[in-house]
């Protein structure tokens, strides 16, 4: 099929701001007494929170305290954002914009709140460039089960199979796979092991390779 739409992951996609959250839950973590590496925060990127809860009691117990570590986690991270701001992934407007001029449908589909998606995109010029905005509260299951990428490529009016989904975790590219749209890694604080690149279309060395991709795949 034709490719009609793009549908973008948010954080460590689109916006510089995974390397924050590894930062952020790992403080977090600590300050309330776990021993938290930066491959707990790696390991629930894009997971939606049931199977974040899941996945950190694995690591830290079945008393494992997720509500207290995330909030800390936002408090620290909101507190960062407010006096530093929230820098773009490099190509990320010109991608947008030039997707756009092609025609090209746009959606985002990710695990951070609606209404921070919104303010974080807005505040960096990006958040006019969608058509749809899509969050894991919107939807029965977040990531990697398929439900927010079938639901965002509905709100877009098209096919998922029409859709290039656009990630930077494994538990994205996951989520993409199952939802049977063309699944497109660009990585971003570390490269995909062998199972993810076999779910993956291709990879990516950045965001403008993806403007080549709605072209090449028919």
């Not at 303010?119 to 969608?130: A, K, N, P, T, V």
Request: with cysteine; net charge negative.
């Amino acid at each position: 099929m034709k490719i009609k739409g793009v549908i973008f992951d948010m954080d460590g996609v689109l916006l510089d701001s995974e390397k924050l959250y590894v930062k952020f839950w790992k403080q977090a973590g600590r300050e309330c007494g776990y021993p938290w590496e930066e491959k707990h925060s790696l390991a629930i990127r894009s997971l939606a929170r049931p199977f974040a809860i899941e996945r950190l009691k694995g690591f830290f117990g079945e008393n494992f305290d997720y509500d207290k570590v995330r909030n800390r986690r936002i408090e620290l991270m909101d507190a960062y954002v407010g006096e530093h701001g929230i820098e773009p992934k490099p190509y990320a407007g010109e991608t947008l914009g030039q997707l756009r001029s092609k025609g090209i449908k746009i959606a985002l589909a990710t695990a951070t709140a609606e209404d921070k998606a919104k303010s974080y995109l807005d505040r960096i010029g990006l958040l006019g460039y969608f058509d749809a905005i899509v969050s894991a509260h919107m939807v029965a299951k977040g990531k990697p089960e398929p439900d927010i990428y079938l639901f965002a490529a509905e709100s877009l009016g098209i096919n998922p199979q029409e859709c290039i989904a656009v990630e930077d975790s494994p538990n994205g590219i996951i989520s993409a796979y199952r939802a049977d749209c063309v699944p497109v890694m660009v990585p971003d604080l570390d490269l995909p092991d062998e199972d993810t690149v076999k779910l993956t279309y291709k990879v990516c060395d950045n965001l403008k390779e993806i403007i080549h991709l709605t072209e090449e795949i028919e």
